[in-house]
């Protein structure tokens, strides 16, 4: 493989870790990023303050090296604790093997640790401060603003890969120029962050090996831990209509909500309050675009790509799995950049679409339906299932969060085995028994690769 040069437009989660893998590679990368060095500055890692990690980022950050550091710093996370409307509590395991658990992380810490890892290989250089404003992909020119001086700048490039997130410029460039398909869907929710201190005593105020869950039909609040033994909450809820973000402003209407929909929550959030009021509304959307590259130019990889909502705790995941496809690929395909970046997009396009419908369907999972007995009665057979028909049978959420099988294979199996489900119910709607060769019938052959 010969060495290339590459410039990637910004340093979050998915950057450094590209980078990484291309300069482990012998290619030499430069990171443009319009925030400053957060390791130096005290600055938001933006978005979400912790996420959820699972076995496809665990994957990609093993291949690179990092795993082992960034797990010393992660907690793990069982399965979702359902707080209900009368304070009671009951924990629904993710999966049901020992390891079958994710992990909250840090955004920043982890940002942290992928830039310097990248730039610990020799062959990164991250530039902060240099924000994209436009590209000239006949030209191979980017012009850049420097966030210091306002100074605008124009540099060439060789390949250009945009790393720049959901609203990405590259993205912007690449559809106007290859007149690519894209569209971006506005969930109609956004979200807020909020904070459950520790105890003075310096101890968690709830159960640190979970994912705390309040699903209140059409909105929910989730919490994850924190290292400092605190909790960030996230609210999730409409933009708009008669109970939303653009309702719930005083303090009233906001201690109304929270004393009425989140009573066992608000004991816990002496900030609340001050933490609605002063912390920004995010807003949520899907970005299907398809392909992802131009020529052997430009090429789109994580959210730039597929940025997807947040309820299968999958983003990043799935911005990490993007990486190791793509190295694979360069593996495959040396030198043929035009190809590597033509097979990227032929098979990750639809991952990425995929795991976008699925992060969907999960928020109504997740907010409304987790505590219907039907939900509940689902659940069990499924997991009756998985244990009648190792390896054939695995729970979607399963699939998505403990394995690597493609995000559009996930999805196709998961229908099937929905149907399966619905076919058990019928014949028992109790549930209790389960006629195996009926299911074994209706089930693909095993699969070593999963
Ligand atoms: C509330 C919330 C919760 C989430 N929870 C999870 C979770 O639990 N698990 C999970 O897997 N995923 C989660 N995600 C998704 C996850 O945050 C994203 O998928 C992930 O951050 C994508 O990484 P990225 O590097 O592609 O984009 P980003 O992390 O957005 O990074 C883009 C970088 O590009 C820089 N940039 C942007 N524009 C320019 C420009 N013009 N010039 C130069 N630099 C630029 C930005 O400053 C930033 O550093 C969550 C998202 C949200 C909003």
Not at 398 to 406: A, C, E, L, R
Request: aromatic share 10%; hydrophobic share 40%; glycine share 6%.
């Amino acid at each position: 493989m010969s060495k290339a040069n590459f410039t990637l437009i910004g340093a979050g989660l998915t950057g450094p870790l590209l980078a990484t893998y291309l300069a482990q590679r012998g290619h030499s990368v430069e990171i443009y990023e319009c925030r400053p060095d957060m390791r130096k500055e005290s600055i938001s890692a933006g978005r979400s303050i912790n996420l959820a990690l699972s076995a496809r980022g665990n994957h990609a950050l093993k291949e690179v090296g990092l795993y082992d550091k960034i797990k010393l710093n992660t907690i793990p996370m069982k399965g979702r604790m359902i707080h209900d409307l009368d304070g009671s509590t009951h924990l629904q395991p993710y999966g049901q093997k020992e390891n079958e658990v994710i992990f909250s992380v840090s955004r920043a810490q982890l940002n942290m640790e992928l830039m310097t890892w990248a730039e610990e290989t020799g062959n990164v250089t991250i530039r902060f401060n240099h924000q994209l404003i436009s590209a000239d992909l006949e030209q191979n020119k980017l012009m850049f603003q420097l966030s210091d001086s306002l100074e605008e700048i124009e540099l060439s490039f060789t390949r250009v890969i945009g790393c720049d997130g959901s609203a990405s410029i590259l993205r912007k460039s690449i559809v106007e120029k290859a007149d690519i398909q894209y569209v971006k869907k506005p969930l109609g929710h956004g979200y807020k962050e909020l904070t459950i201190p520790p105890l003075e005593s310096g101890e968690f105020q709830i159960e640190p090996n979970a994912l705390h869950i309040w699903p209140r039909g059409n909105y929910m609040l989730i919490a994850l831990p924190n290292n400092d033994y605190s909790f960030t909450c996230t609210l999730f809820f409409p933009m708009a209509g008669a109970t939303s973000f653009k309702t719930v402003k005083t303090e009233k209407d906001i201690l109304d909500l929270f004393q009425s929909q989140f009573p066992d929550a608000i004991k816990l959030m002496p900030t609340l309050v001050e933490d609605f009021q002063s912390n920004p509304t995010g807003d949520l959307a899907s970005v299907y675009c398809k392909p992802w590259h131009f020529v052997d130019k430009a090429l789109l990889i994580g959210d730039a790509a597929h940025a997807v909502v947040p309820f299968f705790g999958q983003g990043m995941n799935a911005s990490f799995q993007d990486c190791s496809a793509l190295a694979i690929l360069m593996d495959q395909i040396e030198d043929e950049w035009t190809a590597i970046f033509n097979a990227f997009s032929s098979t990750q396009v639809e991952n990425g679409h995929a795991i976008a419908d699925m992060a969907i369907e999960n928020y109504l999972e997740m907010r409304d339906h987790v505590n219907d007995t039907e939900y509940k009665k689902r659940r069990n057979v499924e997991l009756k299932l998985e244990r009648m028909f190792p390896g054939r049978f695995i729970p979607r959420y399963s699939m998505v969060s403990f394995h690597q099988i493609p995000y559009s294979e996930v999805y196709q199996r998961g229908r099937k085995q929905f149907k399966i489900i619905d076919d058990v119910l019928k014949a028992d709607p109790s549930g209790q028994s389960i006629d195996k060769a009926m299911v074994e019938k209706m089930l693909p052959e095993p699969d070593s690769s999963n």
